[in-house]
């Protein structure tokens, strides 16, 4: 086989051989900033018991809703793909599995994460083939097993400085209190205050998590009073150990301001089972509407990552459950539906309000000239469907004639899969580094200031959106 290309020192980087001189200057200014990711999805318990990672197809393929939603869409089903089901496969027969599919992952952003990983995590040296499929797997599975290819070993090799993760609002949070504890430890692994299960009334457990949450931090409290009580304390619990953001998976970025006789009706009526898609709509508008009130309050950094249709194939649901591959994006409208809450705490001081999309044609219409004035408001990066490199570029292109560079939030990877965080911020400092060399290039802005902005974009940016 030949030599891999991930090893290649230019991807990503322009083919204009002037233009990709300015880029590799630009991205060896950044190459070794530390990593911060303050949005992503690791279990901290992972890191606080530095657990070691399953087999190869456990890490790498089955929890991988790129990976396998690609997968199933050539006709494999799913159950070759997931060790549960009817059907379970073994690892090494869904590692097959994925090498014979292998090819479909060409030009495709899981393609080039997974291709870096395999080049620069695990050494594999040259790419994937059916022929060596059980080489591979062997070869992964070997370097899962040695006691340096453990988490903290691969946290402080990969330079990570901070981590955030997602948790529930009833997160006892004893893993990342075990981990700050920790003398031996020197990064930063940070909860995040992740409401939406208490939030959407059309969310299948909603009623018994808003019981457990008004019992567990209600201040002794009933009703609508105690639930919004028991939030406000949960917050500060986060606060308190640690959190900088609230995040907010939402349907749509509408926000409204209920009067409270309202918001308390809706809230019973959702208790009884009784509440329709309109009341749903109009009540996690409104909650949206208050989570700004509680972060301007506490100070929490609030994100919205809206427009995702979930669970799109009620089957694959239903057998599989949730992230197997079938949420698919929605077009999304900001500018009406986000203003009453900006017209209350857009210009208050110290909040900060991260905006992002799954829908490209807000960017330069509606997000970029959001962030062009309100203060609060920074651009969350290209995530999920739009975290790759063409569009990652477009993104650029679409923002900053409008914003600049520093109404950013900087690279969120967003991701479950602990040894691909490296992969994905190589990728986003590339791509900042081409973006910019080509303004170089057209001389509209000077290499001087270029080797400024990257490094702002890259390091200053995500502390200084996520108060770090």
């Known amino acids: 086989m030949s030599q891999s290309i991930a090893a290649n020192p230019d991807r990503l980087l322009p083919a204009d051989p002037g233009t990709r001189r300015i880029a590799r200057s630009l991205l060896e200014r950044v190459r070794d900033l530390p990593i911060i990711s303050p949005h992503g999805h690791v279990d901290a318990a992972v890191i606080e018991h530095n657990t070691p990672f399953p087999d190869p197809a456990a890490l790498l393929v089955s929890p991988d809703h790129y990976v396998t939603r690609l997968i199933h869409a050539s006709g494999v089903p799913m159950d070759k793909l997931l060790p549960g089901g009817a059907n379970p496969s073994g690892s090494r027969e869904i590692w097959r599995t994925f090498v014979q599919a292998w090819p479909l992952f060409e030009g495709t952003a899981s393609g080039y994460w997974l291709r870096t990983q395999f080049d620069s995590v695990f050494k594999l ?63 930063r692994v940070l909860p995040t ?55 907010h998976g939402v349907l749509t970025p509408a926000t ?16 009884a089972g009784k509440a329709t898609a309109a009341d749903r709509n109009t009540f996690e508008a409104h909650m949206m509407y208050q989570m700004a009130r509680m972060s301007v309050e506490d100070g929490l950094v609030m994100t919205i990552h809206p427009g995702s249709f979930r669970n799109h194939h009620q089957p694959t649901f239903e057998a599989y459950g949730a992230d197997t591959g079938h949420d698919i994006p929605f077009a999304t409208n900001y500018t009406e539906a986000i203003r ?129």
Not at 136 to 155: G, N
Request: glycine share 6%; proline share 5%.
């Open 340 to 468: 009453p809450l900006l017209q209350d705490f857009g210009t208050a001081k110290d909040f900060h309000l991260v905006l992002f999309t799954l829908d490209e044609t807000v960017f330069s219409r509606e997000l970029a000239p959001l962030a062009g004035f309100y203060p609060s408001v920074y651009l969350g990066a290209p995530w999920w469907f739009l975290d790759a490199p063409d569009a990652m570029l477009r993104f650029r292109s679409a923002v900053t004639e409008t914003t600049g560079f520093s109404r950013s939030s900087g690279f969120i990877d967003d991701t479950r899969a602990f040894c691909s965080i490296p992969a994905r911020h190589d990728a986003s400092r590339r791509i900042e580094a081409s973006f910019l060399a080509r303004l170089v290039a057209e001389h509209r802005v000077s290499e001087d200031r270029a080797h400024e902005i990257i490094v702002d974009v890259v390091d200053s940016s995500p502390r200084r959106v996520f108060k770090l």
């Open 256 to 271: 409204l301001k209920l009067d409270r006789g309202e918001a308390e009706r809706i809230f019973e009526l959702a208790r």
């Open 193 to 247: 205050f992740r409401p939406d299960a208490y939030v959407n009334i059309a969310h299948p457990a909603w009623s018994a998590n808003v019981e457990r949450l008004i019992e567990t931090a209600g201040d002794g409290a009933a009703g609508y009073t105690g639930y919004m009580k028991a939030l406000e304390n949960r917050r500060r619990y986060f606060v308190d150990h640690g959190a900088v953001s609230a995040d």
């Open 125 to 187: 040296g040259a790419d994937l083939g059916e022929m060596t499929a059980d080489a591979s797997y062997d070869a992964i599975a070997a370097k899962l097993v040695e006691p340096d290819f453990r988490p903290r070993q691969l946290f402080k090799d990969f330079n990570i400085e901070v981590l955030a993760t997602t948790d529930d609002p009833l997160d006892s949070l004893a893993s990342h209190k075990a981990i700050a504890g920790d003398p031996s430890f020197n990064g």
